[in-house]
């Protein structure tokens, strides 16, 4: 699979100076930052904004002619909206503010040879926004198109402040941003590449170059370890499920966080099929799956002190001869048992066996993430995720998925809801109320996790894939959501 970053790196150029084919300048309430050295330039560009009626309206983007003074060919505006660094205002909103404009700025400039970033940065967590948004606005997924490999914009310097520090927060940023890509490149793969065998095997070619440990469950040893969801979920398919293991584990880690990840390569809704329209972009329904291998990749990446594990449970859900039915009754890893009423609500069958796995090692945190249920879309649209679990992880989750630009909305998991899985036949059954159904399909999961496990269950099913148009930093088809905020509590628990 393709890399899919732009080369990028950093520098304390003064921008008037970048010999670039683009100069990238911030725009706030009409004016330009980031040139208070270079007067006579900026006022030169606030003239030409101002003729043109560019006024910074966060998302807007204007190529004008480079003016006298300013090496680069040409000078892309883009807007920071109420931007305002001369006040003691919100940093984290004012950094997501710097992200989404390097993220525009880079989905502007489709073929440029070369472009100097020079938003106006004013501490490393800056400069790191800056790269983060750029690396990820530079995203082009080109795996399968022929003759559009000059799309893809040229070599990317981040202009900021001299110093290590700067330097430590862009290096950082780039690690950030490739991780997303890697995971988004994983979503966009079609299912025909992507499948759970190939999947695992791509885990395992990533983590050659890193200090990882990988290990992979095949189907006879999943039958031989009671793995009744994975087998249950995966059986209808020609191409078996799969159980991937990646272990990051520097000396000296006193914290374990494990990211459990739903890894449904391609959801047909098995036996209970889905309508045809609803399966287009079923093959991002392992989403969470490549957000957590990915996000454990750049903790060790990163050198981080802490101990993260990625648990991937994979699976293609076929209406195959061979596939569940409904009113099977499926004996779980835990040893629980689940009546199958909806072949359809199968990600939490799989995820469920990996869970149990995941708890029995008792990390100090416990996290899933999962494109699980429509009624997350229904509740909180398309750019919003939902966090369910122990109160203190749920907050602390949506608390560091803001410090990292996520939109994560803390949710709860009434009581009630677990009723709604009552079965004559089983301990449960697979499919609950629909009312409530994110809320209902946590309480589900809830059951395969200790009850003082500090645990935590994230859906991503509206913000991990766009279907609508691209904006920020985020790209139309996959988007990596919940790499970041993964990074992020990671670099929390340190």
Do not use: C
Not at 432 to 437: D, E, K, N, T
Request: negative net charge; without cysteine.
């Amino acid at each position: 699979m393709p890399g899919a970053s732009t080369p990028s790196s950093y520098a304390a150029t003064n921008p008037t100076k970048s010999g670039d084919s683009v100069l990238v300048l911030g725009v706030a309430d009409g004016s330009v930052l980031g040139l208070d050295a270079t007067k006579a330039v900026r006022a030169a560009l606030d003239d030409a904004a101002k003729a043109i009626e560019f006024t910074g309206k966060a998302g807007a983007t204007v190529r004008i002619p480079s003016p006298k003074g300013v090496s680069a060919d040409s000078v892309l505006l883009v807007g920071l909206g109420s931007f305002d660094p001369s006040t003691d205002g919100d940093a984290v909103a004012d950094r997501e503010a710097l992200r989404r404009a390097a993220g525009t700025a880079l989905r502007a400039l489709t073929g440029a040879s070369s472009i100097a970033v020079a938003l106006p940065v004013a501490s490393a967590e800056d400069v790191e926004a800056v790269t983060v948004g750029a690396g990820l606005g530079a995203y082009r997924f080109l795996a399968y198109r022929t003759g559009d490999d000059d799309t893809v914009p040229g070599p990317v310097t981040v202009l900021g402040p001299k110093g290590k520090a700067y330097t430590k927060a862009h290096a950082e940023g780039v690690v950030i941003a490739e991780a997303t890509n890697r995971a988004r490149d994983l979503v966009n793969t079609p299912p025909l590449d992507l499948y759970p065998e190939s999947f695992a095997q791509t885990v395992k070619d990533q983590a050659k170059s890193r200090k990882v440990k990988v290990t992979v469950l095949g189907e006879k040893e999943l039958a031989a370890g009671g793995y009744g969801g994975l087998i249950g979920v995966g059986q209808g398919s020609t191409r078996g499920p799969r159980l991937v293991k990646v272990e990051y584990s520097p000396k000296g880690a006193t914290r374990h966080l494990s990211f459990v990840g739903k890894g449904i390569t391609f959801d047909s809704g098995g036996l209970s099929l889905k309508p045809a329209a609803s399966m287009e972009d079923m093959k991002s329904d392992m989403a969470g799956a490549a957000a957590v291998v990915e996000a454990v990749f750049a903790i060790a990446d990163l050198g981080l002190p802490v101990k993260a594990t990625a648990w991937l449970p994979l699976a293609e859900n076929m209406p195959g001869s061979s596939a569940q039915r409904p009113s099977d009754v499926l004996t779980m890893r835990s040893g629980k048992t689940v009546e199958v009423t909806n072949t359809d609500a199968e990600g939490r069958l799989v995820l469920a066996d990996a869970l149990t796995d995941a708890d029995a090692e008792n990390p100090d945190l416990l996290i899933d993430v999962a494109t699980l249920t429509g009624a997350q879309i229904v509740a909180l649209g398309n750019r919003t995720s939902g966090v369910m679990g122990a109160e203190a992880v749920r907050t602390q989750v949506a608390e560091q998925a803001k410090l990292a630009g996520e939109d994560i909305w803390p949710m709860p998991i009434p009581e009630e809801m677990l009723a709604g899985f009552d079965s004559t036949a089983a301990d449960l059954k697979n499919s609950g109320p629909r009312p409530g159904g994110m809320l209902a399909a946590a309480a589900f999961l809830r059951e395969f996790v200790g009850k003082d496990t500090a645990w935590a269950h994230i859906d991503i099913a509206g913000p991990s894939f766009n279907t609508g148009s691209a904006f920020g930093y985020t790209p139309v088809a996959a988007t990596g959501a919940a790499v970041r905020t993964l990074v992020q509590l990671a670099r929390d628990a340190d």
